[in-house]
């Protein structure tokens, strides 16, 4: 038995009322420009409260820059 498809998101309904029109290539770029821009500024927006809760440094992150995490057999 196939397992029933998840109804779609309020976001996906949303894109799917503004496809129903059909734009210049250029508006269609705009958009999409837009929605890149949205997403980091909210991925942006929580590392920096993640930063902030637990008072991370500078120095920190140059820690993490010069660490190597490799899964052993991955190479």
Known sequence: MMAAKPPLTNLQLELLKLYAHQLPEDQLLEIKLLLGRYFAQKAT????KTWQEQQLS????KKWANEHHRIKGSH
């Open 58 to 61: 500078p120095e920190d992150m």
């Open 45 to 48: 927006d929580a590392m920096q």
